[in-house]
Structures are given as C-alpha cells and as structure tokens.
C-alpha cells in the first residue's frame, strides 16, 4: 500500500496539529498502521500505532499519551494523529507506516509514506 502524509507545520509550543495520511487503495483496512518521528541527529521513533480492522486498539510512546490521539477512517483510506500540547521535542519528521502485524517496531512496518515536518517553537 502506498502511503502519503500531510499537515505538519510551524506552531507554537503549547498548539495543535492534525497529522493525516491517505492510502492509495482499498486494502488499507487491513493494515495495522503507525506514525514515528524523527529528529536530527536521532533515530527513528515509534510514536502511535492502531490496528488493523475495526478492533481499534492503540499504543502510544509514553512522552506523547494524553497529548496524542491516533485513529483511522476506513471508508476514507485515511490514518490521522491528532497532536496536542506541541512540546519544542516533538520537533521532528513524521512518517506514517502500515505493517501486517499490530506493534509499535519499526521492523513491523514494510510501507512507509514520505514524511512531514512538524516544528515547534518554545
């Protein structure tokens, strides 16, 4: 499945952003699906995943529960990740990903889409 993200921006700490990425056909209901980041100089890190189907069950890395929600649509072939409370070390590329099997480890997910640049400002 073919993946690309979109809605990153500049925005101040303490703001919010909605993080969405479309799938390119109707097999994306099947797909567990995750959002990482990462930031310069640092590795790649699991933000959200949500799994596959209807089930809707969720992980989230500790620093972002509470201020994250991920969620998908189905009908729309669409994953968002809704951020709140934007903290200066959220600051990072985004990249949501579909994986066969429901975790948050990068070695799950075999699609990536292409990235989108959140900056927050302190």
């Known amino acids: 499945v073919q993946l690309q993200a979109s809605g990153g921006g500049l925005v101040q700490a303490g703001g919010s952003l909605t993080l969405a990425c479309s799938a390119s056909?109707?097999?994306?209901?099947?797909?567990?699906l995750g959002w990482f980041r990462q930031a310069p100089g640092k590795e790649r890190e699991f933000v959200a995943a949500?799994?596959?189907?209807?089930?809707?069950?969720?992980k989230y890395l500790d620093s972002v529960r509470g201020r994250f929600t991920i969620s998908r649509d189905n009908d729309k072939n669409t994953l968002y990740l809704q951020m709140n409370s934007l903290q200066p070390d959220d600051t990072a590329v985004y990249y949501c990903?579909?994986?066969?099997?429901?975790?948050?480890?990068?070695?799950?997910?075999?699609?990536w889409g292409q990235g989108t640049q959140v900056t927050v400002s302190s």
């Open positions: 990903a579909a994986a066969s099997i429901f975790g948050s480890a990068p070695r799950l997910y075999n699609s």
């Open positions: 056909d109707n097999t994306f209901y099947m797909y567990a």
């Open positions: 949500i799994s596959g189907g209807n089930e809707g069950a969720t």
